[in-house]
């Protein structure tokens, strides 16, 4: 829409995850080498933690793009709201394994075989459960079961547990202390400081455009990084939309005015917070005011 006005060859702001596009901040960067690390080293569970858009898919979906898929065997659940008796019949299921009318003991043995054979192959098998924090608290305890098959030095099945913050704060609960104590390597993604965020937005125009082109006046960046806060998809949003509405005045480069509009309108979308309620005392407090005031 706007690719031609600001010479564009392609869409710089995708909110989908696009690894393509992938910025490595110093926590990014961070969790990619846990991944990496725990898988290489057949660590058993992992866990990525952040906040709703700062890259969480991303990164995930840039690890596997540069893995060897002859060397490696991916699962990926994204539906993680389910029982342990569904999560191992749709894991069962991805890998090929024919279901029975059978147990979760001999569903689980069956899978234990397939992986055996899978690690006789020097292929290794990795289970990657998105939006974990979602997870039945029980599921996630038996989850646990997954990684009794090892070696004497090596995890047979890598677990890449990665959510919310709620979802480390789940796995502290006294129930899941097994789990938790199993989890040899955690990483977490924290929002983008301010010079990451201009760092950012500069790094997709480049990535979008052969010539470079001043797209946003450097005040307009500062406002859209600080109304995101370090949410990545929120840059990407306001930036999208500042595109858009400066097109329309045919404003090239995007300025400041642009950027403020972009941030009312978004401002103007959310849901107003529920009034305070007065307390007791201010209510009685006012009540007394007013028989006085009838009184003089």
């Keep these: 829409m706007y690719l ?13 995850p696009d690894p393509e596009f992938l910025f490595l901040s110093a926590s990014h960067r961070e969790a990619i080498s846990s991944i990496i690390y725990g898988i290489e080293e057949r660590k058993g569970f992992i866990c990525i933690t952040g906040e709703v858009g700062v890259g969480k898919t991303t990164i995930l979906r840039s690890y596997l793009k540069q893995i060897d898929p002859k060397k490696f065997k991916v699962i990926y659940i994204f539906n993680s ?6 999560l191992l019949k749709q894991i069962l299921l991805e890998l090929g394994i024919p279901l029975k009318d059978e147990d979760d ?3 689980i043995n069956r899978l234990f ?8 192959k020097k292929r290794c098998v990795i289970f990657i459960i998105d939006e974990a924090q979602n997870m039945p608290n029980d599921t996630l305890e038996r989850l646990r079961l997954l990684s009794n098959l090892e070696t004497a030095e090596d995890k047979l099945l890598q677990i890449i547990l990665v959510g919310q913050p709620e979802l480390q704060k789940k796995l502290e609960l006294p129930e899941l202390r097994q789990l938790e104590q199993r989890i040899a390597v955690h990483g977490r993604i ?3 400081t301010h010079d990451e965020g201009i760092a950012y937005i500069l790094h997709r125009l480049m990535k979008s455009s052969s010539v470079y082109s001043p797209v946003f006046t ?10 995101a806060q370090g949410i990545p998809r929120v840059i990407n949003i306001l930036c999208d939309n500042a595109l858009v509405t400066g097109m329309g005045y045919q404003r090239n480069p995007v300025d400041t005015e642009i950027a403020l509009e972009v941030v009312r309108d978004m401002n103007r979308n959310k849901p107003e917070p529920p009034p305070k309620k007065a307390s007791g005392f201010r209510d009685a407090f006012k009540f007394l005011v007013s028989l006085l005031k009838g009184t003089s």
């Design 190 to 192: 924290n929002p983008l």
């Design 218 to 227: 450097l005040d307009a960046m500062n406002i859209i990084v600080e109304e």
């Design 4 to 16: 031609d006005f600001y010479k564009l060859e392609k869409n710089p702001f995708h909110i989908t």
């Design 105 to 107: 003991s001999d569903r």
């Design 113 to 120: 075989y397939f992986i055996v054979k899978e690690f006789n």
């Design 81 to 86: 709201a389910v029982s342990f008796t569904q």
